[in-house]
């Protein structure tokens, strides 16, 4: 699909591309191997589209009149399960997006709304691969946002420690992911930042830096979210170091009150004939006063240093 979108939306064939129009098109990666001499694409970035290397890069290239770009969008929602990929060529006066992998269709809509859009404000191409970025990622705020909810109710339900610290690990791998992916796919506004003049104007950069900025800004929010989750980890090892040296407290108490009990069985236990407490009749009672007094005394002792 190529559309001629000067003040309205108009279907047009590849033949009757000129100049002085500004153009959009979509297509799959086979049509656009049977078109991409007629659209001016070098067969090296052909090549690089089906090149098993870079199936997980994020890349912009500028070549002699246009610049080839490689993207991979994850779903912020679920980063593990299949990416979408699409290519990028970004003409003076034609914007062309190839879907290489788009099960969810997410590619195609937004490609719809930033068009249809960017028409309505009769916006220059750069604008047009501004807005089309953008709203690639316009809802990863809000996933970002349910990630910190998720994060905020972890910390209120963390009774099972081995769940929390299970959940705790997956969230960890999924911000780590998320940050790499923001960080990989803030190459592609700085390079169309820093190499605009090959083909825009002056004017245009600033699309491109604004670009930049909002993904510094996820970058940023991720960040934020795995400093938030280090603290909730801390606390959470801290209540359960706390809870460790509680019981391991209560263990030493009863040890130490048990200790000099074992002390008199062990001596009285021994039986040598010339122990005259043996043979005694109030031996017996003496022993079990003597170890009331010592259980009673170390319990009292300890309540005041408040072991207890």
């Not at 910190?148 to 959940?167: C, S, V, Y």
């Not at 705790?168 to 803030?186: C, H, S, T, W």
Request: proline residues 2%.
């Amino acid at each position: 699909m190529i559309y001629q979108v000067d003040h309205q939306k108009t279907k047009v064939n590849i033949e009757n591309i000129q100049e002085h129009h500004r153009y959009i098109a979509m297509m799959d990666l086979e049509q656009l191997k049977s078109c991409y001499e007629q659209l001016g694409i070098e067969k090296t970035s052909i090549e690089r589209l089906e090149d098993p290397s870079l199936f997980h890069q994020n890349m912009i290239i500028p070549a002699y009149h246009y610049y080839f770009g490689l993207v991979h969008l994850i779903n912020a929602r679920d980063i593990f399960v299949k990416k979408d990929v699409l290519a990028l060529f970004i003409f003076k006066n034609l914007f062309l997006v190839v879907v290489i992998d788009d099960e969810d269709h997410h590619i195609d809509e937004v490609f719809q709304s930033s068009t249809d859009y960017v028409l309505q404000r009769d916006a220059s191409i750069t604008r047009l691969v501004y807005y089309f970025l953008s709203d690639l990622l316009a809802a990863d705020y809000q996933y970002i946002e349910e990630l910190q909810n998720e994060i905020e109710e972890l910390e209120l339900h963390e009774e099972d420690a081995i769940n929390f610290t299970n959940q705790l690990r997956q969230l960890n791998k999924e911000l780590l992911l998320l940050q790499n992916y923001y960080e990989n796919l803030m190459t592609i506004g700085e390079d169309l930042e820093m190499n605009h003049h090959h083909i825009f104007e002056d004017d245009d950069s600033r699309y491109f830096e604004i670009f930049t900025r909002r993904i510094e800004r996820l970058s940023k929010n991720v960040e934020m979210l795995r400093e938030i989750l280090n603290q909730a980890h801390s606390a959470h090892q801290s209540r359960e170091d706390y809870k460790l040296n509680k019981t391991m407290q209560f263990f030493t108490v009863v040890t130490t009150i048990f200790m000099p009990l074992t002390l008199i069985a062990g001596w009285y236990g021994m039986n040598f004939e010339n122990m005259p407490e043996l043979k005694s009749v109030y031996g017996y009672p003496a022993v079990i006063v003597l170890s009331g007094i010592i259980v009673v005394g170390l319990m009292i002792l300890f309540k005041k240093k408040k072991f207890l």
